[in-house]
């Protein structure tokens, strides 16, 4: 198996874990992944940032006429999708036409298929900015990664560029007294010489803290589910999410695990 990267814009509709059946909208290069986060699990591969000069992200306007193509197509055909979502090739909110491409997006799904919901599959990394913060708070699921309880397993597991830290991202999820969803994906296994592992007893309670702090409206949580950068994770079985469910569902937080 090896890592994939999206060679479109717009890509799917594809039959998604959490999202169901989505359309999928790549805002990032299509050539190689742009993330301000180098995840060992990341399913694009490894983040080489430093490499690339020139990123060069896809106009807005291709975007608007892209997206309308497709959901005019996905209308015709009868077959529209249960969701429209920000994923692709890197963190989307990276984008510097981020918010007014949720607004051109809420616009299309409102006029071709209002049933359709709007998702945001974030990393976090750029709510200290209000615009972003604005345009995430437009959308129906606005779903932000938080997959550790402390900075050394932030650093190890997210290895998100130098100066984001999780206590200043934890300062953030904040902001959104409504209207979050936090994703976890939870993973262990060993790279570099060094045992990495959010699913520990400590790790948990760590990040269960967080997570009442935060008081997301609900909470997925889930395991690898293809090839990874960093070969041997371990897919954390089943019945194991489900007690680190069973853990969650006594703050009160609901929870769903995706498998
Ligand atoms: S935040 Fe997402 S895109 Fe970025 S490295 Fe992690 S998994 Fe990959």
């Given at each position: 198996m090896t890592c994939f990267l999206f060679d479109k814009v717009i890509f799917g509709p594809v039959q998604s874990r959490r999202l169901g059946v989505s359309l999928g909208i790549n805002l990032l290069p299509t050539g190689f992944k742009h993330c301000s986060f180098n995840c060992i699990y990341c399913e694009c591969g490894w983040t080489k940032n430093n490499e690339i000069k020139n990123i060069s992200f896809p106009p807005a306007t291709i975007v608007k006429q892209y997206l309308e193509k497709k959901l005019q197509e996905l209308?015709?055909?009868?077959s529209l999708p249960d969701s429209i979502s920000f994923a692709g090739n890197g963190e989307p909110t990276l984008h510097p036409d981020f918010s007014e491409i949720i607004d051109l997006t809420i616009e299309l799904r409102n006029k071709y298929t209002p049933q359709s919901k709007v998702a945001v599959l974030s990393n976090?990394?750029?709510?200290y900015l209000p615009e972003i913060v604005n345009a995430l708070k437009k959308v129906d699921m606005n779903i932000l990664k938080l997959d550790?309880?402390?900075?050394?397993?932030?650093?190890?597991i997210n290895k998100a560029a130098s100066d984001i830290s999780l206590k200043d991202i934890v300062k953030n999820l904040k902001q959104f007294t409504s209207n979050l969803i936090i994703q976890t994906l939870f993973v262990r296994g060993e790279f570099n010489g060094k045992m990495i592992d959010n699913t520990s007893e400590k790790e948990v309670a760590t990040w269960l803290e967080i997570l009442k702090e935060i008081k997301p409206e609900r909470l997925m949580i889930y395991p690898?589910?293809?090839a990874t950068p960093v070969k041997g994770l371990e897919k954390i079985p089943l019945e194991e999410l489900e007690l680190i469910a069973e853990k969650v569902k006594k703050t009160g937080i609901k929870v769903e695990v995706y498998y």
């Open positions: 209308k015709a055909s009868d976090a990394s750029m709510i550790a309880g402390t900075e050394e397993t932030f650093r190890d690898i589910a293809r």
